[in-house]
């Protein structure tokens, strides 16, 4: 049960939620942002979880 959670606590998790947090509010709150921060910000989001989802854990091949 440790085991489980610390693998739901790691810092991929942490990022991928508070991201996806951000952009929910973002999306949702009515707030006006800037069409070239917003795009920045929705392109760092791609990458991000781009990167997280598709590295190898441990450099194993």
């Known amino acids: ?3 489980k ?3 739901l ?4 998790s942490i990022v991928t939620l508070v ?3 951000a952009m ?3 999306l949702f ?6 069409q070239e921060a917003l795009a ?6 791609g990458a991000i979880i781009t990167y997280f989802f598709t590295r190898k854990d441990g450099g194993k091949e």
């Open 1 to 3: 049960m440790k085991d």
């Open 5 to 7: 959670l610390a693998k």
């Open 9 to 12: 606590i790691d810092v991929k």
């Open 19 to 21: 991201l996806t947090g």
């Open 24 to 26: 929910v509010g973002i």
């Open 29 to 34: 709150s009515g707030v006006e942002v800037p």
């Open 40 to 45: 920045l910000y929705c392109t760092s989001y």
